[in-house]
């Protein structure tokens, strides 16, 4: 390590190099520049201070730049060694404003400059300004790369070809999806087993059982079979989500599922009665769900904690208790005799029942309402956001008025169309749910109020139609929302 004095500067370089830039000068050359520059202002530029990210590494995140990071800390270790840090441009530092203060200003702190050899700044107030504007420039330049760059992986969905890693089952060949054999046979075997009521994890310990292993190398677990088995690249189709919010947000309204060409693992018939099977799976076991036979107590798992929405856990002898109250995260203990608790649910359900109004939610539909309606309203927003991407191409000058108007008052139409169509279905739901409620109700209750009935079919009957139950020890309040199957 070279000694630092008041007659020796030190350098460290920091070199990024991205491939979203047409005009990029290569590592090298960075380099080079910097040794130049280095040696005409009087650094010293130690081979062991060159930090060199990998090519294409994004620089809108630093936390994800390893040599960053290592010029950082090297920057502001109790040893203070260097005294600046060259940079070719100061968009190699960062493309997000807010991360190049916060950075900057820790390393002023330790004495240490960024210099842009490319972009020099006079002294001064004035010369803070221009560098906050090269920031803002930066950072502008970097969203609207992002922008064009999504906006150009939407159109190629659009048009169905393939721009992310193959699925498995699939290797890419001309920009084609082509089945693997071994794989395909697989994914057959994946959706009949599911099909035939197998459930995730024996269908994930099967493939693990065989040796197969993921386009990754991993073991296969139950969230991989379950992406398999809504993934429409098996029946002839790709998805692609433009906004990506959540990377497995299966029914997102932004999604787009569109023809291609690449061949069908398996036929239509077989992937939707997967589908169906899976609502089924999804509707009986929701998340963190325990089954039912594995209970201490019928409850459990049905009353949540009014101050924290934390399950009650049944306790020992004959009491109930907020789960993050035992864990020390909810302040509120909910303690509760569970004698006094079954009671007060079983008193609610008969007052509700004869009441015949009550809060719901509308879950899921045996004829297919539910899923009619989840279907309309996907419609809709897939066709107002078509409308928004017509508007957004007229503007940019693709499409002539002519045209514009023509699709536009299409667009208009089967909005219209879909509207009134989602309002009628409603209308219809509305009128039958009091009956529907009522039946569900009462068919819990002949099991709940059941002297015989097991620990595992009485939480069944209250799950059935409960949705949320929440319990106030302080106002003594039990409260209700039920959920409604068409």
Known sequence: MPDKNSDVRVAAAYIRVSTDDQLEYSPDSQLQIIRDYAAKNGYILPEEYIFMEEEGRSGRRADRREKFQQVIALARSPEHPIDAILLWKFSRFARNQ???????????????NVISI???????PFGSLIERIIEWEDEYYSI????????????????????????????????????????ATHIREIFRRFAAGEGLFPIAKWMNSIGAKTHRGNKFENRTIEYILRNPVYIGKLRWTPSRRLRRDFDSPDAMIVDAS???????????A?????????????????????????????VRCASCGSTLIFAAPHYFKCNNYVR?????????????????????????????????????????????????RRQITQTEKKKERLREAFLSGADTVEEYKAMKDALDAQLAEQRQHLAELESSTIQK????????????LQTLDSPTATVAEKHTAADAVISRCTWDKSTATLSITYRIIL
């Open 98 to 112: 807010e991360e190049a203060i916060v950075y900057k200003s820790r390393l002023q702190k330790a004495g240490v």
């Open 262 to 272: 690449h061949e069908p693992l398996i036929d239509t018939a077989t992937w939707d």
């Open 144 to 183: 609207n790369l992002a922008q064009e760059v999504r906006r150009g992986m939407t159109e190629k969905a659009r048009r169905g070809q393939v721009q992310t890693t193959p699925a498995y089952g699939y290797r890419i060949e001309n920009n084609t999806l082509i089945p693997v054999p071994e794989e």
């Open 433 to 444: 749910t009091p009956q529907i409620m009522a039946e569900h109700l009462h068919n819990a």
């Open 328 to 376: 020390g995260s909810c302040r509120t203990s909910q303690h509760v005799d569970a004698e006094l608790l079954e009671k007060a649910l079983l008193q609610k359900l008969h007052y509700d029942l004869a009441a015949g109004s009550v809060d719901y939610e509308l879950i899921q539909a045996a004829d297919g309402t539910a899923d009619q309606l989840s279907a309309l």
């Open 118 to 124: 490319s972009e020099p700044l006079p002294d001064g």
């Open 274 to 302: 997967c589908q169906e099977q899976m609502r089924r799976v999804k509707e009986r076991w929701r998340y963190h769900g325990r089954p039912a036979g594995d209970r201490k107590h019928w409850l459990s798992g049905i």
